[in-house]
């Protein structure tokens, strides 16, 4: 390069390269003091945008999760107290069999049940998560008799017909009704209930064995049969006043009752077996939405014993209680009931609408139980009379069975929705997070390597500079 005395171009393009230097130093410096490789867009623009949106899924999971830890524990309030009133439920239950077995503790019974009762209507009016009460109605799906001609009770829970349960107007339709098993006698006795039996002989009736001796008449078998009715559920009358015969009936309906019967000949002739299955009853029960559309379930069942209504319900523990009159026609009901729905909603994901719901259950006394007996609930039981003590430890049970089988979908919903989301979650923020990492995250070893070769070029580039300077001084000698 020719020399100028105006212009020192080799002072000008090594100080240009040691600003260069100097700049590359800085940034060396700056990715090795914060550990990212990326501290603002310049570094790199199209880097910046993905970790950020990495940044942003990354941040709205854990919020997530955060949401879902919010709703366990919201869960476990539930859990806990529905866990009582189970404890209590059984207390009810036990002090009923007692009244049942001694009716003299009867009035002491009566009054620990009522403590009971008391306490479960205290859980359920005041268990309270963050201002929000969970087990008295408010926070759930519950449906109310609007046609109590038809319906004498309706429970709903969260799930119809495989979907959250809609708000909207309840309709049954019952396809088929239940019949009672019924078993008659192949034996035809032509002096009624006065004829006798020429031998000694023995019946079975659903376990139960009863002897006939030789000249005992029907009459007196038909006593025996009915007197043990309670523990077979079995009852006898006669079909006529002569050439008549012994008819035996179930006194509930529904599949699971049956009659199974053999004897010696006293029943049937020269003796045999016999096994009658009763009919469930059908119904089709279906719930519209307000705003179109409809849900609906097939419910079966029968009528048990000392029930004054056809009980019928589906596999997830829907159930509604049918009048005698509405249980004993095949007829459609339309508006039988109100069903609403406040169910708690939980934002269990990172985007809009990955939410999940679940109505909790009213666990007030007069909730539970009601489909044991038509009219009555746990809040009604009363054992200071042997009728009432036997209905309330029917009450008791179905009251446990329902309340175990909501602990059921607590648990299941805290499992397999909340827990089984926080853990996919765990696992899709660790994996963003290491991609995340892979942009960001400074290479320190590399960096630091870089770094001790940029401070040697800058070294070079000072010595550099100073020479392009001196340059002048030298050139400025051969003036004259």
């Known amino acids: 390069m020719d020399y100028s005395m105006t212009t020192n171009l080799n ?15 800085a940034l060396a410096t700056q990715r090795l003091s914060t550990g990212l490789a990326i501290n603002q867009p310049s570094d790199k623009p199209s880097g910046f945008v993905v970790a950020t949106g990495y940044q942003s899924q990354i941040d709205s999971m854990n919020q997530a999760i955060s949401n879902i830890q919010d709703g366990n524990n919201e869960m476990k309030t539930a859990s806990s107290a529905v866990s009582q009133i189970t404890s209590l439920i059984d207390t009810i239950q036990t002090s009923a069999q007692d009244a049942l077995g001694n009716p003299g503790n009867a009035a002491a019974d009566q009054s620990a049940i009522t403590d009971a009762i008391n306490s479960i209507n205290n859980i359920a009016n005041n268990t309270i998560y963050n201002g929000h009460n969970l087990l008295n109605g408010t926070a759930g799906v519950s449906a109310a008799v609007t046609n ?49 039996f020429a031998t000694s002989g023995s ?33 006898a009358n006669f079909s006529g006043t002569t050439n008549g015969k012994i008819v035996l009936s179930q006194t509930t309906t529904g599949s699971q009752y049956t009659i199974n019967e053999s004897d010696t000949g006293v029943f049937t002739s020269g003796g045999g077996s016999s096994n009658v299955v009763e009919q469930n009853a059908i119904a089709t029960v279906s719930i519209q939405q307000a705003g179109g559309g409809s849900v609906s379930e097939t419910m079966t069942g029968g009528q048990s014993a000392g029930a004054s209504g056809l009980q019928l319900s589906d596999n997830n523990g829907n159930s509604v209680t049918l ?8 007829s459609n009901y339309t508006n039988v009931a109100s069903v609403t729905n406040n169910a708690s909603t939980f934002q269990i994901g990172a985007n809009p609408g990955q939410t999940a719901s679940f109505a909790f259950q009213n666990m007030q006394a007069n909730n539970l139980g009601t489909s044991a007996i038509a009219g009555q609930s746990l809040q009604s039981i009363n054992v200071t009379s042997s009728g009432g003590a036997s209905n309330a430890i029917q009450i008791a049970a179905a009251a446990l069975t329902q309340v175990t089988s909501y602990a059921a979908q607590i648990g299941s919903f805290q499992n397999n929705v909340l827990t089984a989301t926080q853990t996919y979650l765990t696992n899709s923020v660790a994996n963003l997070q290491a991609s995340y990492a892979s942009i960001m995250d400074v290479n320190v070893a590399q960096e630091s390597t870089n770094l001790s ?17 001196n340059q002048m001084s030298i050139y400025s000698k051969l003036l004259p």
């Open 323 to 330: 009048t005698p009159s509405a249980g004993g026609t095949a």
């Open 148 to 196: 109590s001609s038809v319906l004498s009770n309706a429970s709903v829970g969260s799930t119809f017909d495989g979907q959250n349960t809609p708000a909207g107007t309840m309709s049954v339709n019952v396809t088929q009704v239940a019949a009672a098993a019924t078993l008659v006698s192949t034996a035809t006795y032509t002096l009624g209930t006065n004829a006798t």
């Open 11 to 25: 002072a000008m393009m090594a100080n240009y390269y040691l600003n260069q230097t100097n700049q590359q130093i």
């Open 453 to 469: 070769n940029l401070q040697n070029q800058q070294q070079d580039g000072v010595a550099a500079l100073y020479a392009a300077n």
């Open 203 to 235: 019946m079975t009736i659903n376990g139960q064995t009863i002897n006939v001796t030789a000249g005992q008449s029907v009459q007196t078998l038909l006593n025996s049969i009915n007197s043990l009715s309670s523990t077979t559920g079995v009852t």
